[in-house]
C-alpha cells in the first residue's frame, strides 16, 4: 500500500478531486495548511503598506491506494494541480504499513 500526499494550491482542490474519482478513489483527507517552496513567500500590499507574507496558503491532500494505483493517482493529481508557474506543490508517496477501519476491523487492502 502506498500514502499519497500532495500540497497544492487552494482553488485547484476540485479540479484535483475530480481527477481522481474516475480512478475509483472513495476517500481522502484534505487540510488547510501554510507554507513556501522556492518563491520564499510574496510581497503584499495592504492599504498602501507593503508587508511580506512569508508562508503563502496551501491544501494538503492525503490518500491511501494499493501500489498499483499509486502512479495514476500521482499523475491524476500532477495533471489537475498544474498551472505552470511556480508554487504548484509537491507530490510525495510514502510506504503505508498498515491500515485498519475502525467500524469494521478490515485490515489492510480491504480497510482501504
Do not use: C, H
Not at 503563502?56 to 491524476?76: F, H, Y
Amino acid at each position: 500500500m502506498k500514502f499519497v500526499m500532495a500540497i497544492i494550491k487552494p482553488f485547484k482542490l476540485d479540479e484535483v478531486r475530480e481527477a481522481l474519482m474516475p480512478l475509483g478513489i472513495q476517500g481522502l483527507t484534505v487540510s488547510e495548511v501554510k507554507g513556501f517552496g522556492r518563491q520564499k513567500g510574496q510581497t503584499e500590499i495592504y492599504r498602501g503598506a507593503e508587508y511580506m507574507v512569508n508562508f503563502l496558503p496551501k491544501v494538503k491532500i492525503e490518500v491511501a491506494v494499493n501500489d498499483d494505483m499509486a502512479d495514476r493517482v500521482v499523475e491524476a493529481i500532477q495533471g489537475a494541480a498544474n498551472t505552470g508557474k511556480i508554487g504548484d506543490g509537491k507530490v510525495f508517496v510514502f510506504d503505508l504499513k498498515s491500515a485498519v477501519r475502525i467500524r469494521t476491523g478490515e485490515t489492510d487492502t480491504s480497510a482501504l
